[in-house]
């Protein structure tokens, strides 16, 4: 009683299909592989970038230097009211 038979998934795949048609049923599983592919180019390219990026020497800009480079930069110190 635990499990379902082959039958049972048989009439439940017919019925999918009675519903939904195959045409959609066909879109929804190209959409789906599409999306896992997506997916899965993604996480790889996400960490060839981090590799690559460990992989660099570290710069440390300060922000004295970012100042320099963009003269619409206004620096200040801030303070705390006692």
Partial sequence: MG?????????????????FGTKKLKNVGSDLG??????KD????GTTSADA???QAPQQ??????AAADPNTVDVEAKTKS
Avoid: M, N, R
């Fill in 61 to 66: 800009v300060t922000t004295a230097q970012k």
């Fill in 53 to 55: 990026a460990a992989a």
């Fill in 34 to 39: 599409a999306a896992v592919k997506g997916f």
């Fill in 42 to 45: 993604g996480v790889k390219d």
């Fill in 3 to 19: 499990s379902f038979s082959i039958w049972h998934w048989l009439i439940v795949l017919v019925v999918v299909v009675l519903i």
